[in-house]
């Protein structure tokens, strides 16, 4: 049987009857002889591919695949699955046997040694046809340069030469055309030439007559064209002679080789064949003028039915017999097998949109179906196992709390806190000092002083409170009297009467500042406050709170620093009224007209008494100034623009169930704005623009097409000129120095510019491209420049088929076949899965409790060590040792934390000089300390005026009491111990604004301040303050330059004496000028200054005062000496 499958193999390519005569009798003798029956049906299926009886075809080669495991004739048989696909334009199913193809090639070769004689040679054949028809498949669809990878892999001095009809086939294959590429297309016509003819001796020595017919054909298809035939016959004499034995015309030797080759492949019996031998010779026949003959020639090319079978073939004699219509003036006609043309380029093309796919996925749905069950199984068996080792471990942590194991640490940590709040502040203030933002902080520095001196006026009505509480008390307390009880009336009265005058300076003077401390508005980003604030998140998880910051695009309208503190207030608030275990959620919502920002706890909650209360000017549950200066910054932007009517602050409570504190802003408008821009851009950008040159390439592009439709075709052709014109020149844009420009008519043999456009992925309209070629091939098939239409309709289809080409078929069907693959692992790891319950009771669970007691134990041990009183350093070392065992995770992460929190005590100090040292860079730190001044500044001025608003009627009161004809001495009392309380708070908030801002002192020429100075003297002091000092007293000079005598006053001191204005050498004005009055406001300022530099160095020697010396007045103003 073995022997009739090797005849049958033998008569492959020279008779088609005795193929199948000798492959029947195998078939019928192989009984259970699988791989015998296989090799048979293999050959029948040769057979009835070349008949082109594809549907039988179909049939054999599936039953060779179900009867044999012989991996070589399962190759085969899916080469000739290939070869089929092929003809039938069936890409994907192409795709998928050329997988497996490919699949079982390196399956064989792994074992290919162990090969017999006979399955060798079998072997050679399948491979050399699996590299051949891969060619073949890819010259078709247009891809040549794997065509050419494709059979390059074919060594023609290797183990093909054992086989000599594959050999020949590999030399067809070659000469047929486009698979050499290299020289000329006179050198390459030469090359391919030679190929054929050898192709063609040893066919006709071997008896080979599919090869010699194909061989004939390729070579008058080689001698068809003039410019290439002459220069062929003269460098082939002796090959011309063989196969032009008669000697005719050498115009008519294409003809006579095409009707030879057409009647050897009618003998033969191949129908694909015959139908090419038809197109070819229509060709041949066209060439000598006889249009006649070439349309008989293609319409029995279509006359068997079978050929539709192959769309690609068709397609060719489409195009065939619209350039012979065109020839004879028909073209209706031409158009029309033009159109089916085209519409078959469209069938056969690789489009991976019209590619029939629903097999795959329904091959993948029901393996994925399969995965799917397997893996639900495999869950729920997870599932349990993991819920049952959950119960027990749950057990287990019942017996022993975690939260015994962290209290030592946490103990720990909180006395560590103090410590670290320390160093931060520590740190806080080394980058405020190092924080210049000149012309801001300037005018902030100013401004804060005289904050401060506002505040000592303030606290310097406190005496006056302390001397009436004083009387109060000696009026309840003595019988005394009563003219002395008269004269203590008196007194409190007096003493009431001062303050007010106290009172009314302080007015005067906040009324003076109202409105210079302007809102530095501008619209901004939330998010970038919401980060900073998030960065706070380990002061809230060190009181066991979640921090949540919801991130936010939202775009305000404000004061960017004052709303952070607005922000941090309201969290700060929420942290301290939530206890451990809570969350505080800071948010943002945007409507059309603002956006509001919400912090949102979980704490306490506040009654309804406290939440209508929360934002009066009251004390009550610490201080309440935060939300106090927040009412006050909300009520600051009301009062600037109407733009800030939305703005308002609020709360929500209930008492138990947590509290949401709100503020609103106006949207900020830079996202319209910038939307505006943008359109206004794309405006100007439109109209600036020149037109491009592919919208030129598309207008001629479309001209091109409605002249072809109008029948004006040398028209189309300039069109056509002028669309390539303006392509090229886009790709020179891209490209200045590029060298492949596209032309009318070029090298049909070599590779088009187009193509290497597209290789090399040159970024135009490629879409223009085909139909400006289409249109000058219609254009040239109809004005009958059969040349320019060859070069024109190649390079329409190659270019075509490029962009239609489907490069990820492979790795679909690389996909289907894995979905196998897959189906197995997932069937594997069940049965893992299964085997492992019993194994993971005892590794997941026993086995890990005898070692969590153990484990216990020693972090025990550790929180003693924990709470030794030893160095944080010797508690680290000690840990270290027992921290090597390898700790459950629960426990490792107590370790951890524990390891963590000492090596961070160990080094804190270095690690916050690192901090300092990697601060974001100068101009950060700057607007850092300039945003501290700006809310420092207007916290203290809120704080200043909710004094003055709350305080302001107590004086009158006292006084309305001492008036009246019965005193209440005991009212009386208890009115100025609460006027005193609530004063003393109010101010302790504005000095704890005002302390938070120190002078910067550092040495100062005394000749920087005051030019002309040549005493060599240096001042320790503030820059700032001391320019500012010597500002006001030239101000009061009415701005003459200062008459100024410096000398030293000791080691310690410079005294500077200056000259007054006449009106102070009045006797008895002069020391006047430094108690409060609304006139002497520029005087407090400069006694502020010398008190600031006196309290900041130390020295408290320095001083002001004024003195009249010979009818003149005399300011001396002592200040700290730098040694």
């Not at 996202?671 to 505006?676: A, D, M, N």
Request: glycine letters at 4%.
């Amino acid at each position: 049987m073995d022997k009739l499958n090797s005849i049958s193999y033998a008569y492959h390519y020279r008779n088609l009857d005795s193929t199948y005569s000798y492959a029947r009798r195998a078939y019928d003798m192989s009984g259970g002889y699988g791989a015998g029956k296989a090799a048979a049906l293999n050959n029948m299926a040769f057979v009835s591919i070349a008949r082109m009886d594809y549907e039988l075809a179909e049939k054999q080669l599936e039953e060779a695949l179900d009867v044999t495991d012989n991996h070589i004739e399962l190759l085969v048989a899916e080469v000739q699955k290939m070869r089929l696909c092929q003809r039938m334009s069936q890409n994907r199913r192409f795709y998928d046997y050329r997988e497996r193809a490919n699949s079982r090639i390196s399956r064989i070769n792994e074992e290919r040694f162990e090969l017999s004689d006979a399955m060798l040679r079998r072997m050679i054949y399948a491979e050399t046809e699996f590299a051949i028809v891969n060619s073949t498949y890819y010259f078709y669809v247009g891809l040549e340069r794997q065509s050419i990878d494709a059979i390059s892999v074919i060594s023609p001095d290797g183990d093909i030469r054992k086989d000599t009809a594959q050999y020949l086939n590999y030399l067809y294959n070659i000469g047929v055309g486009g698979i050499i590429t290299g020289g000329s297309q006179a050198e390459i016509s030469q090359r391919e030439f030679d190929y054929l003819i050898k192709c063609l001796i040893m066919a006709g020595q071997g008896n080979y007559p599919f090869f010699v017919a194909n061989s004939l054909e390729a070579l008058s298809e080689h001698l068809l064209k003039r410019q290439y035939r002459n220069r062929l016959i003269e460098d082939n004499a002796p090959a011309m002679k063989y196969i032009n034995p008669t000697n005719v015309s050498d115009s008519i030797v294409p003809e006579l080789l095409a009707k030879r080759s057409l009647s050897i492949f009618l003998d033969y019996g191949d129908v694909y064949q015959t139908a090419g031998a038809y197109r070819t010779l229509a060709s041949c026949v066209m060439a000598v003028g006889d249009n006649a003959a070439a349309l008989q020639y293609l319409d029995s090319a279509l006359a068997d039915r079978k050929i539709y079978q192959a769309p690609d073939l068709v397609a060719s004699i489409r195009e065939q017999l619209s350039v012979t219509f065109s020839a004879v003036n028909d073209k209706q006609a031409s158009d029309y097998n033009r159109n089916i043309y085209i519409d078959l380029q469209e069938q056969t093309r690789q489009d991976r949109y019209l590619e029939a796919r629903a097999d795959m996925y329904d091959k993948a749905a029901k393996q994925l179906n399969i995965m799917i069950i397997a893996v639900i199984v495999a869950i729920l068996v997870l599932v349990f196992m993991l819920l049952f080792f959950y119960y027990l471990n749950r057990k287990r942590r019942d017996e022993f709390s975690m939260d015994m194991l962290l209290r030592p640490l946490r103990l720990w940590q909180r006395k560590e806190e103090a410590e670290m709040n320390r160093l931060t502040d520590y740190e806080e203030e080394i980058k405020e000092r190092h924080a210049l933002l000149l012309s801001h902080i300037e005018a902030g520095e100013r401004l804060a002083l005289e904050n401060r001196a506002k505040v000592f006026l303030a606290n310097s009505v406190m005496p006056f409170i302390d001397r009436i509480i004083n009387e109060a008390r000696m009026l309840e307390g003595r019988d005394e009297p009563d003219d002395v009880r008269a004269g203590r009336y008196t007194y409190i009265s007096e003493l009431t009467d001062r303050i007010n005058d106290y009172n009314d300076v302080l007015t005067h003077w906040i009324r003076m500042r109202s409105g210079r401390l302007g809102l530095r508005i501008e619209s901004f980003a939330l998010q970038p406050l919401f980060d900073i604030v998030g960065k706070g998140v380990s002061g809230f998880r060190m009181s066991g709170i979640d921090l949540k910051v919801k991130d936010t695009s939202a775009v305000v309208k404000a004061d960017r620093a004052l709303t952070l503190f607005m922000v941090n207030t309201l969290s700060d608030n929420a942290r301290k009224f939530t206890p451990a275990g809570g969350t505080v959620t800071v948010s943002a919502k945007e409507t059309d007209d603002y956006v509001e920002i919400s912090v949102e706890d979980t704490g306490e909650g506040l009654t309804a008494d406290e939440l209508n209360s929360v934002f009066e000017r009251k004390v009550y549950n610490g201080t309440g100034f935060g939300l106090l200066n927040c009412r006050g910054i909300i009520d600051k932007y009301r009062k600037t623009s109407r733009i800030f009517d939305v703005c308002i602050i609020s709360a929500e409570s209930d008492k138990g169930t947590g509290s949401r504190f709100f503020f609103r802003l106006p949207v900020g408008i830079r996202r319209s704005v910038t939307v505006l821009l943008l359109l206004f851009i794309s405006l100007l950008s439109s109209v600036a623009e020149p037109v491009s040159n592919i919208f030129m390439a598309k207008a001629y592009a479309d001209s091109a097409y409605f002249s072809n439709i109008d029948g004006t075709y040398e028209l189309t052709l300039r069109y056509a000129d002028s669309c390539r014109a303006y392509l090229n020149r886009h790709y020179l844009s891209l490209y200045p120095d590029g060298r492949h420009l596209m032309v009318r008519e070029g090298n049909i043999s070599v590779m088009s510019p187009e193509i290497i456009w597209y290789h090399d992925k040159v970024a135009t309209n490629y879409s223009i491209v085909l139909d400006m070629r289409n249109e000058s091939a219609v254009a040239a098939l109809a004005l009958h420049r059969w040349t320019l239409y060859d070069y024109n309709n190649k390079v329409y289809t190659q270019l075509f088929k490029e962009i239609s080409a489907d490069n990820t078929l492979a790795d679909y069907c690389r996909m289907m076949q894995s979905s196998q693959t897959n189906k197995n692992i997932a069937v594997i790891l069940l049965v893992l899965v299964l085997v492992s319950i019993l194994p993971a009771y005892y590794f997941l669970y026993y086995r890990h409790r005898i070692y969590y007691r153990f484990c216990l134990e020693r972090i025990n041990t550790i929180n003693e060590i924990l709470l030794d009183d030893i160095t944080p350093a010797e508690k680290l070392g000690r840990i270290d040792l027992l921290a090597k065992e390898r700790y459950p995770d629960d426990l490792r992460k107590i370790v951890c934390d524990i390891k963590k929190s000492l090596a961070m005590a160990v080094d804190s100090r270095s690690r916050l000089s690192a901090d300092i040292e990697l601060a974001d860079d100068e101009c950060r730190r700057a607007e850092l300390e300039c945003n501290n001044l700006h809310v420092a500044n207007s916290v203290t001025d809120n704080s200043l005026s909710a004094l003055k608003h709350e305080t302001m009627y107590y004086p009158g009161r006292i006084r309305r009491i001492v008036d009246e004809p019965e005193v209440d001495v005991h009212a009386l009392g208890e009115l100025a111990s609460y006027y005193r309380e609530l004063y003393s708070v109010m101010s302790r908030q504005a000095m704890r604004q005002t302390e938070s801002v120190k002078p910067h002192v550092r040495p100062l020429p005394v000749s920087d301040i005051l030019p002309g100075d040549d005493s060599g003297l240096v001042f320790l002091a503030d820059r700032n303050l001391i320019v500012f000092l010597f500002d006001i007293l030239r101000r009061q000079n009415g701005r003459q330059p200062l008459d100024a005598v410096v000398r030293a006053a000791g080691v310690k001191y410079i005294e500077v004496t200056l000259g007054m204005p006449g009106e102070y050498a009045v006797p008895g004005t002069a020391p006047d000028i430094f108690t409060p009055a609304a006139d002497n406001i520029p005087y407090l300022l400069c006694r502020q200054i010398v008190r600031d530099h006196s309290e900041a160095t130390n020295r408290h020697g320095c001083g002001i005062k004024v003195s009249v010396k010979d009818g003149k007045a005399v300011m001396a103003i002592t200040l700290p000496r730098y040694k």
